[in-house]
């Protein structure tokens, strides 16, 4: 049986569930089919690749971070098909996150609030499992690992929180997101503030090069933004991204505007909207981004993609790869395959 079929048949079970139940369900199925090995990973074909931080990619489709904020379920979503994997974002100390109810679906405009609240067991835990996986184990592909702070350490005391995780995540990591964009941690944003940003990337670079050189091995730093920006705002952050020799941008995370889902069930819900209205928000931010960046700093494009055609509407827009995450949810593993499809002959930054 395909599994755009068995997607097809649990599909209306797992909406019928509670949105943070059916994910709780979900992803241990798929971890322990990938162990029973009833899922077989897709082999990339080799003209899929690509080459972005100095990372070969095997295709540019990637899971978004949050799905897996713990890493316990690696081996199943690489089972997929991914180019790469992103999995936290991973606080210092475990965390329960925001009081449930906190995700909730928009089907009619094939979107999600969530408001998780970076939700995780610890760093400490998250490498355990990060360890764990026999795609870290046996090399088998690139792994994102995403890091953030906890949600009672104070803004101005963030940088301790964001460097500790880097320290503990490096030797692990094929490159390091640092969320800065979640709309779902207080005040967390305001370090896209220009003062902010610099203080904070100075230190991260002083930490990379230390440890490149401590463990002889250079792993990229990528900063993941917000959507809400308007365009000086995002000439700030291009700015300081190029002064500080960043590696790359994650563009974006979810959005805190409702204009796309007015007079929805739970449209009013606090938390980021993901999915299809964030589409052409994104998009937006990795057009002006490429228009201050050039090719001096790879975008990874992520917010609404349900489709092939959107994913090759990513990289017209300046993204060097994409990410998945709530599509997966309204499309099921189809996607992925689709998704690499669509981009197998396209030409974009660093295609092979």
């Known amino acids: 049986m395909s599994e755009k079929l068995l997607y097809t048949l649990a599909r209306p079970l797992l ?33 899929e690749a690509r080459m972005v931080m100095g990372i070969r990619f095997p295709n540019a489709v990637g899971l978004a971070a949050g799905l897996d904020k713990n890493g316990a379920y690696i081996d199943g979503l690489a089972a997929l098909g991914f180019g790469f994997i992103e999995v936290g974002t991973v606080t210092p100390k475990g ?27 610890g760093v400490d835990a998250f490498i355990r499992n990060v360890q764990a996986s026999r795609f870290y184990q046996n090399k088998e592909g690139v792994l994102g690992l995403n890091i953030g702070k906890n949600a009672a350490t ?31 941690t207080k005040n967390l944003r305001q370090l896209q503030g220009s003062s902010e940003l610099d203080a904070l990337l100075g230190q991260l670079k002083d930490a990379q090069r230390r440890l490149a050189d401590t463990h002889q091995r250079y792993v990229p730093i990528a900063l993941k933004i917000a959507p809400d920006m308007d365009d000086d705002q995002i000439k700030n952050i291009a700015d300081a991204l190029l002064r500080h020799g960043m590696d790359g941008v994650i563009a974006t995370n ?10 929805q069930m739970h449209a009013e819900e606090t938390g980021g909207l993901s999915g299809a209205p964030v589409f052409e928000l994104s998009n937006k931010v990795i057009r002006a981004l490429k228009h201050e960046v050039g090719d001096a700093l790879p975008i990874i494009g992520v ?50």
């Open 254 to 263: 979810t959005t805190i505007t409702r204009d796309a889902v007015q007079g």
């Open 303 to 352: 917010g609404g993609i349900l489709s092939g055609k959107e994913a090759r509407a990513k990289i017209d827009a300046g993204a060097s790869l994409i990410q998945l995450y709530t599509g997966l949810i309204y499309r099921g593993p189809a996607l992925v395959k689709e998704c690499v499809s669509a981009l197998k002959n396209m030409p974009g930054p660093g295609k092979l």
């Open 95 to 121: 965390q329960l996150g925001n009081p449930k109810p906190r995700m909730f679906r928009l089907p009619k405009s094939q979107a999600i609030i969530n408001r998780m609240g970076f939700n995780n067991d």
């Open 154 to 184: 104070p803004i101005e005391r963030a940088a301790e929180d964001y460097l500790y995780c880097l320290e503990k995540v490096y030797p692990y990591a094929s490159y390091v997101t640092v969320n800065i964009s979640s709309p779902n």
């Open 15 to 47: 909406f019928s569930l509670d949105a943070e139940t059916a994910h709780n369900l979900t992803l241990p199925a798929l971890q322990k089919a990938a162990t029973l090995g009833l899922l077989k990973p897709a082999t990339p074909a080799r003209d």
